[in-house]
């Protein structure tokens, strides 16, 4: 196999947040739900507020920064080896941030 692939990948640290929320959460939430009245109808009394069957989801992550390579498609089966050391060349581990993920990999 001969080209290139372009990988990009994100580090994986110790502190990274991950949550899910549901709407019918969100809004079983008083404070939420107050706010909600108070910032889009003002002055409007006896209000209910409520999501529609389709229980959609909130997801709050940590903001990655993004880092791109290139590899020879012959070294696909080594993408993660790949992309760790390509992140310690350029120094981007510290501690709590020892491991890489990849996130996207398109041939050229």
């Known amino acids: 196999m001969q ?4 990988v990009t990948y994100s580090l994986i640290c ?6 899910e929320i549901s709407m019918k959460e969100i809004l079983e939430n008083e404070k939420i739900v107050k706010l909600l009245k108070s910032e889009f109808l003002k002055g ?3 209000l209910n507020v409520e999501s529609s069957s389709n229980d959609s989801k909130i997801i709050l ?20 080896e ?5 992140a310690k060349e350029r120094k ?3 501690k709590g941030c020892e ?3 990849i996130i996207d990999f398109v041939t050229l």
Request: charged content about 35%; cysteine-free; glycine content about 2%.
């Open 14 to 19: 110790d502190n990274d947040n991950y949550l």
């Open 82 to 86: 790949l992309a760790e050391e390509d």
């Open 44 to 46: 409007v009394r006896n």
């Open 61 to 80: 992550s940590t903001q990655k920064e993004l880092y791109t390579f290139e590899a020879e498609k012959k070294d696909f089966a080594d993408l993660i």
């Open 92 to 94: 981007l581990f510290k």
């Open 3 to 6: 080209g290139k692939i372009m």
């Open 99 to 101: 491991a890489v993920n």
